[in-house]
């Protein structure tokens, strides 16, 4: 694809200064500004959905990554928790990962970006830390405390691409992520075990791709991601996000519904 003039003029500058980095290949848009600055997201890709920014992939990324930690998270608790609030968090948690997962699949099929398959060694390191809990009432906070401030992290990231994507399957996932997000810090906020002070000082880092996934290789198919679930298939009866007084309602169609040719999300 043919690039504006004056990015091919900014990226041999740049090319010129970063002797021993590869630099990643400048991607051009119709009608893009060809200035300094747009230059330097030249990993941002064309697709018929629109421009597929760095910040949209590492969106993609965190999704499929919180559901790969999350629902075994939300099974954990089923199996070890007797509180009744924390085990209605974890329904929750189950069922909109599950949900959030096959959305973050059936995109990145899409727009060509390969998801990972395992949580990230920190994600890991989380759940070890419910494991290792030795009595109930210690696993029902640190599950609650972990899970409520990784939730927390990722809300202004899912509010910021949401504001400046020019995606149309980034922004939708973004809006079913925002969803399903503020319904998981409602339902374990709830539990009663959350402790703010501990949020408010931002001890616990948040769910996120540690290096940034790369940009799509145009023409390569990236494997297909299965789908993350937990171990066993635990007895779950919410639907996503379901509306109460204190929850948001969602009622959105299954991913399946994305339109192939206009990118949009056919609303019932």
């Known amino acids: 694809m043919r690039r504006s003039k004056g990015s091919v003029l900014v990226a041999l500058a740049i090319a010129g200064t970063l002797t021993a980095v590869a630099y990643p290949i400048f991607y051009s848009y119709p009608n893009r500004n060809a200035t300094a600055a747009a230059a330097l997201t030249g990993d941002t890709v064309t697709t018929q959905w629109g421009p597929l ?20 998270a939300g099974q954990q608790a089923l199996e070890r928790s ?13 069922v909109g990962h599950t949900d959030l997962d096959k959305r973050s699949r059936v995109i990145a099929a899409k727009l060509g970006v390969e998801l990972p398959n395992q949580p990230t060694a920190e994600q890991q390191g989380w759940l070890d830390q419910m494991t290792a809990s030795k009595t109930e009432a210690e696993y029902n906070k640190t599950w609650a405390n972990l899970l409520r401030a990784a939730h ?20 939708q996932l973004a809006s079913d992520a925002n969803q399903t997000v503020l319904d998981h810090i ?16 931002n001890s616990v880092s948040g769910t996120a791709s540690p290096t940034g996934p790369p940009p799509p290789v ?24 379901p509306f109460q007084s204190n929850q ?21």
């Open 152 to 171: 927390g992290k990722i809300f202004p990231a899912i509010a910021s691409v949401r504001n400046t994507t020019r995606n149309t399957l980034i922004r």
């Open 186 to 201: 409602t339902i374990l906020e709830g539990t009663g075990a959350v402790d703010f002070a501990t949020i408010a000082s």
């Open 82 to 94: 007797g509180s009744a609030s924390v085990r209605e968090a974890a329904n929750h948690l189950i």
């Open 218 to 241: 145009p023409g390569a198919v990236p494997p297909a991601a299965p789908p993350a679930v937990p171990s066993t298939n635990p007895d779950v009866k919410s639907t996503p996000s």
């Open 248 to 268: 948001v309602p969602t009622g959105r169609p299954d991913p399946e519904e994305i339109n192939k040719d206009q990118g949009t999300v056919q609303v019932q």
């Open 53 to 72: 920014t760095p910040g949209d992939r590492d969106l993609l990324i965190r999704v499929r990554l919180a559901g790969l930690w999350e629902l075994p």
